[in-house]
């Protein structure tokens, strides 16, 4: 298994700014996935955290928006830029284990 | 396109019944299933899974049965308990993007009644 650390908990924004949330894992893993869930909505995948090359996006969503950083094999930020009301949602973090996928408590987001 | 559909937003069942979840997909490339439970602000919780050569897999209380000409599996909680109350995604994954990748479902808010 494994425990992923997932900060902030939740913010409350002013449109037009940004949000970086941080997520740490206890142990060292190839990739890291950073999904949204909007309100009444399904857990979408964003993007696809490689460390040591760039993320790999999900069709809509796009690296100006939503930039992502891989440091090393236990940590990966992602910043949800220029925000709107339309990006509260739920962000979470997570990382696959050999049968399933581990998430972070997820990170609340509301833009006002 | 919802490729993992989860029909009934909620489901509410009494103490010590059977409650049943159902997911349909339509992706055949498919061939991995899981089930997550989630509470309010926490992330989703792993249940259980099933793989494509096998039709029923089972864990405790929760069993989760796999129809693949239907395209359809279902979760089986037996008996009910009131902690079992939260909403539950059914999730799918293949071949696509080296079977990483997961599609959820819209999630069923089941609430177990006393």
């Known amino acids: 298994s494994a425990v992923i650390s997932q900060k902030p908990s939740r913010d409350i924004c002013q449109r037009g700014t940004s949000l970086t949330i941080q997520c740490q894992v206890d142990s060292q893993v190839t990739m890291m996935f950073w999904y949204r869930q909007q309100p009444g909505q399904s857990l979408t995948l964003i993007a696809t955290a490689n460390q040591g090359s760039e993320a790999t996006y999900e069709s809509g969503f796009v690296i100006d928006k939503f930039p992502i950083s891989r440091p090393n094999l236990t940590f990966s930020t992602l910043t949800v830029s220029n925000m709107s009301p339309e990006d509260s949602s739920i962000y979470l973090c997570?990382?696959?284990?050999?049968?399933?996928?581990?998430f972070g408590q997820g990170t609340r987001l509301t833009v006002v | 396109d919802q490729q993992v559909k989860q029909n009934s937003p909620s489901l509410s069942v009494q103490e010590g019944r059977i409650s049943i979840l159902n997911c349909d997909y339509t992706?055949?490339?498919?061939?991995?299933f899981l089930w997550y439970k989630k509470y309010p602000a926490e992330g989703p919780t792993f249940l259980i899974s099933i793989s494509s050569i096998k039709d029923k897999n089972e864990d405790g209380r929760f069993t989760v049965f796999l129809n693949k000409s239907a395209k359809h599996l279902s979760l089986h909680i037996v008996p009910s308990q009131p902690g079992d109350s939260a909403v539950y995604f059914c999730a799918a994954s293949g071949l696509t993007g080296g079977g990483n990748k997961l599609t959820f479902g819209t999630g069923t808010q089941l609430k177990v009644e006393l």
């Open positions: 992706n055949s490339m498919f061939d991995y």
């Open positions: 997570s990382v696959r284990g050999d049968t399933e996928a581990f």
